[in-house]
């Protein structure tokens, strides 16, 4: 608005300046042009001559506009192509975010086929291809995927992103291994690729390549392209997985690349105590766990510290003293006491601690130390009252059989050897056929249900007969080790 102002005062300037000296000079201006003779004053030839020269201005432009009509219609179908195409891929991207995956397809394959820009057709592509994805069709995403990628062709710049979206869709289908051949090359010294690298380290994730997700982590935590509280659960499973696979000779490089707050977690101090134990050196193991439990009383570690033998169990006991007078009441750490005493050969203080921690929390960890300790000193019935409680507390974690379990095919057993062949028939049809099992008669049901057989005396050894019929084939239980039990194994 301001410059407008200018522009008009200075025209009504030039205007008045213009008038003043054509007033002062009244001079005429002849035209001779033979035969004609044209007399004009001077203030009508000044303005003749702007006319004509604003005439011809205008008439230049109008012939000018008329030459580039090409031009600009071509111009403005590219400026309505453009904003056609950029409306159909705003609208499937969309419906992608919606989760409207059929209308986006449709929407981003018509601009796949209609659009004539290279980045644009790449655009459709991958985002038709994301939807066809999420639609679980694979065989039309890796069509589109061919696509957008032959339309990137030689540019650099649109073959990575192809790439890369392409190996996301393949981990997740844990395609792991293509998707790192698709990967590694986009991996480079600058690392400028960050969403890559992110993809490079679930592919090896995937892999279980514990070396190079550590690595990576490593990488990420670095660049702050990696939630800090992921990176650190990555950094200690692949350190305690590394720990877990160490020899003696690469063990102190692994633990010399970890932190202070990383040797203290829980699940890395456990492997790399293990390791120790592993090569032989019980006390760098007991030092790493004692640093772990300053820190923080862990079940898994106090466990794994009280398992020592007679030589380390007054030096760990004493460590563990120190901790129960700030922790007087944690069960972990008394039934860890209770371990340490009995390796220690003291009964009484062990049974103790085991008892204080039995009351705070039944655990059948502690029945079964208990049952070793009065077995130990000469208590059979009370460690089989322990043992039997630890089996009670196994038990509620197991599922229950409601029904007794069908008695097993014995025809093939030479124990059991019939009269005749058709007592043997009758006898076999009358049973249930199972592998192995038992079959418990129930003295309710004797009356219905047909008493079973009994083996004639040159097959077996006779038995006491019972109110209630018990049977057990030959064929071993599933899962139960035969050795272990009272009468040392199956019969023979």
Not at 261 to 270: F, G, H, S
Not at 303 to 330: F, I, M, V
């Amino acid at each position: 608005m301001m410059r407008s102002w200018i522009w008009n005062l200075l025209l009504v300037v030039a205007a008045v300046a213009l008038a003043l000296v054509v007033r002062s000079h009244g001079g005429n201006v002849i035209v001779v042009t033979p035969p004609w003779r044209v007399e004009l004053s001077l203030p009508l030839a000044i303005l003749l001559s702007l006319g004509a020269f604003l005439a011809l201005h205008w008439l230049l432009q109008l012939l000018r506009w008329m030459g580039s009509s090409p031009g600009r219609l071509r111009s403005w179908r590219g400026r309505r192509a453009q904003r056609r195409d950029v409306e159909l891929l705003e609208r499937g991207w969309i419906n992608v975010l919606e989760g409207r995956y059929v209308q986006a397809e449709k929407d981003l394959s018509n601009l796949l086929s209609r659009t004539r820009s290279a980045d644009r057709k790449v655009l459709a592509g991958l985002s038709a291809a994301r939807a066809l994805h999420l639609l679980g069709e694979t065989a039309r995403r890796d069509h589109t995927l061919q696509l957008a990628q032959d339309a990137a062709g030689q540019d650099t710049r649109l073959r990575q992103t192809v790439d890369t979206v392409k190996a996301e869709m393949l981990l997740d289908q844990n395609r792991a291994q293509e998707a790192l051949d698709l990967l590694e090359p986009l991996q480079d010294a600058s690392s400028r690729f960050m969403h890559a690298t992110r993809l490079l380290l679930r592919a090896h994730r995937q892999l279980g390549h514990v070396d190079q997700v550590y690595a990576l982590t490593r990488l990420l935590l670095r660049r702050s392209a990696i939630d800090e509280a992921q990176a650190r659960t990555f950094i200690t499973q692949a350190a305690a997985q590394r720990l877990d696979a160490a020899d003696a000779a690469s063990w102190d490089d692994i633990w010399g690349d970890l932190n202070a707050d990383e040797r203290m977690t829980p699940a890395v101090a456990l492997a790399g105590a293990k390791a120790q134990i592993r090569f032989g050196q019980p006390a760098q193991a007991a030092r790493i766990l004692q640093a772990a439990l300053n820190r923080q009383l862990d079940d898994r570690l106090l466990r794994a510290y009280a398992q020592c033998d007679t030589k380390q169990a007054r030096q760990r006991l004493g460590h563990a003293e120190l901790w129960l007078k700030s922790n007087p009441d944690h069960p972990g750490l008394l039934a860890a006491l209770g371990q340490i005493c009995l390796a220690a050969q003291l009964w009484g203080q062990g049974a103790h601690y085991l008892e204080r921690s039995l009351a705070l929390r039944a655990d059948i960890h502690i029945y079964a130390l208990l049952g070793n300790l009065h077995d130990a000193l000469g208590h059979p019935d009370q460690a089989l009252a322990y043992w039997r409680r630890a089996c009670e507390a196994a038990d509620a974690e197991l599922p229950l059989i409601h029904r007794p379990l069908p008695a097993a095919d014995t025809q093939g057993d030479p124990r059991f050897v019939a009269d005749s062949p058709a007592e043997s028939a009758a006898d076999a049809a009358a049973l249930p056929v199972a592998a192995s099992g038992a079959y418990l008669q129930d003295a309710e049901d004797a009356a219905s249900e047909q008493p079973v057989r009994q083996p004639p005396a040159a097959a077996a050894p006779p038995r006491q007969a019972a109110a209630e019929e018990d049977y057990f084939d030959t064929a071993p239980i599933p899962g139960v080790d035969m050795s272990l039990t009272s009468d040392g194994g199956p019969r023979k």
